[in-house]
């Protein structure tokens, strides 16, 4: 499984960005595909998540009202839009899935992307 991460760059506070991840290979039933976020001096913090059926689907409270995430199973993409961008949501975020699950935790992600860059500032 590959995990390709697309849309990360500068925007300025209350702006918007649309990040898109890729994946390929995908041999599992089920699975759960989420984006999580690393900013420096910081640990690696879950945002959001999905299920491959998405009937499961989970937003950190810290984003929850700005940021939303799709995913269209046809395509294997899955889709995080933020918007109401803050200075503290800067970070190089991440696309990871977890084989047959049906939610996302940082240490049972079996797949990570190689991250996207996502600068607020004005």
Known sequence: VQLQAYGGGLVQPGGSLNLSCVASGIIYDYYAIGWFRQAPGKEREGVSCISSSN?????????????????????????MQMTRLKPEDTAVYYCALRAYGRGCHIVGMDHWGQGTLVTVSS
């Open 55 to 79: 009937d499961n689907e989970w937003t950190s409270d810290s984003v929850k009202g700005g940021f939303t995430i799709s995913r269209d199973g046809a395509k294997n993409t899955v889709w």
